[in-house]
């Protein structure tokens, strides 16, 4: 009783109602957490179902903190739900996360992993941090002392952000949907061990799991040399990382404007499978798969505006462009990408 | 000597989980013998470990021990 009870008063925010945020969210509700917090900006779509199951297709198009909201307060209304329709940025990241005891990583970008690690940090709020890739996942719980009071967090275990075109994303490389159920359960599991204080949680440590082979690997995570603590300026600075300004970021007015210009050429880097489909005259579709080529082929445009679904692919593909072509052409990618500026299409 | 090497993630796609016959004395050489014989290794993020045991500073090597090499996810 006294658990359920630690459940009860627990304050638990879920970043990301993705892959690894539905399962978590399921079970931290049906255990009984009284207070959960869903932060993300993204609306459902069609190739996420496969994964993200508490979205059905007639929720398609709508924001998934309300979808999800609605279901898990079906599951159970005793539960209070706040939801964040937004994206966590260096501006309201502090403000979001300090309302809450314990924090979930379930999103799928390193930028985000970044900020709010450094965030969690900072404030001292346990983390509990779950990623996949193929078919494999990483989960431990960072910021929370261990029983020599030792405290790690993610950049003890990879100090410097990966560039976003070291390592692809899902959209784009793919996953079998039950993958990040398995590793968000075993998040949800690490959760309730925090706050009710039962068994060993991965404080200090990596866990490994392998889906084909049923395989897991645990490592112990200690404090590196080379860390150096972030502070709240560093955070709203973005001096944590130092950002190369090889490309700009543009929202998409910016972009609509930016495209009357001359020798300008917009260029959608998703697959062709993806939706909404653009006007090809006007967007010219280089998927991914097929950038290499194009990025190689003499480009004559001076100006080049990338964009994708989510604002991240496009963000490789600039890389990819100015490491050929340099500053001798002007660089954009959609911040956001198609879903966050939905109406401009 | 012999150590046992094992890959997660994207590197497990160009290093394979085995026993490599190797002579080196620290992790320090053995990060620096692995770029040369794995290219792909050179420019990407990754961390090693040491049975079991993440490597923060130059660690000597013994025969037998195994190394892990992570990459970063994100995915989610």
């Known amino acids: 009783m006294e658990s359920q009870q630690r459940l009860a008063d627990a304050k638990v925010l879920v970043i990301g109602a993705g892959g690894l945020g539905c399962p978590a969210l399921q079970y931290l509700v049906a255990a009984g957490v009284g207070c959960i917090g869903v932060a993300d900006h993204d609306v459902v779509e069609l190739s996420n179902l496969q994964r993200q199951v508490l979205y059905g297709i007639d929720d398609i198009g709508l924001l998934k903190v309300d979808v999800a909201a609605k279901r898990l307060q079906q599951m159970n209304p005793e539960s209070k739900l706040i939801l964040h329709p937004t994206s966590i940025n260096k501006n309201n990241v502090i403000e979001i996360i300090s309302n809450y005891n314990l924090i979930f990583d379930g999103t799928d970008n390193f930028e985000s992993r970044y900020l709010i690690n450094d965030a969690c940090t900072l404030l001292k709020k346990s983390l509990v941090f779950a990623a996949v890739s193929g078919f494999e996942g990483q989960i431990a719980v960072f910021n929370t002392p261990d029983e020599q009071k030792t405290i790690t967090n993610y950049r003890d275990l990879f100090p410097v952000q990966p560039n976003a075109n070291e390592i692809p994303n899902c959209a784009e490389n793919g996953v079998l949907g039950v993958l990040p159920g398995i590793i968000g359960t075993m998040a949800a599991g690490e959760i309730v061990k925090l706050i009710t204080g039962i068994g060993k949680p991965l404080i200090n440590k990596l866990l490994h799991y392998n889906l084909l082979n049923q395989e897991q690997y645990e490592i112990n995570i200690s404090p590196s040399d080379e860390y150096k603590q972030v502070t709240a300026s560093d955070l709203m600075n973005n001096t944590a990382e130092s950002v190369l300004s090889s490309y700009t970021e543009i929202d998409a007015e910016s972009m609509l404007e930016l495209s009357k210009k001359k020798s300008t050429l917009l260029i959608d880097v998703r697959e062709r499978h993806e939706f909404p489909k653009l006007n090809p005259t006007t967007y010219q579709q280089i998927p991914m798969s097929e950038f290499d080529v194009f990025a190689a082929s003499d480009i004559v445009a001076d100006n080049i505006i990338l964009l994708c679904q989510h604002g991240i692919r496009s963000v490789a593909a600039a890389e990819k462009l100015h490491s050929i072509y340099g500053d001798s052409k002007k660089i954009y990618s959609l911040k956001g990408g198609i879903a966050k500026w939905r109406n401009h299409f | ?76």
């Open chain 2, 1 to 76: 000597m012999e150590i046992e090497i094992i890959s997660f993630g994207k590197i497990s796609e160009f290093i394979n989980n085995q026993k490599l016959s190797i002579d080196v004395e620290s992790t320090d050489d053995l990060k620096t013998h692995l770029e040369k014989i794995f290219p792909q290794l050179v420019g990407m993020k990754y961390k090693l470990a040491l049975n079991k045991n993440i490597v923060q500073h130059n660690c000597a090597i013994k025969d037998n021990d195994s190394i892990a090499i992570m990459p970063p996810f994100s995915g989610g």
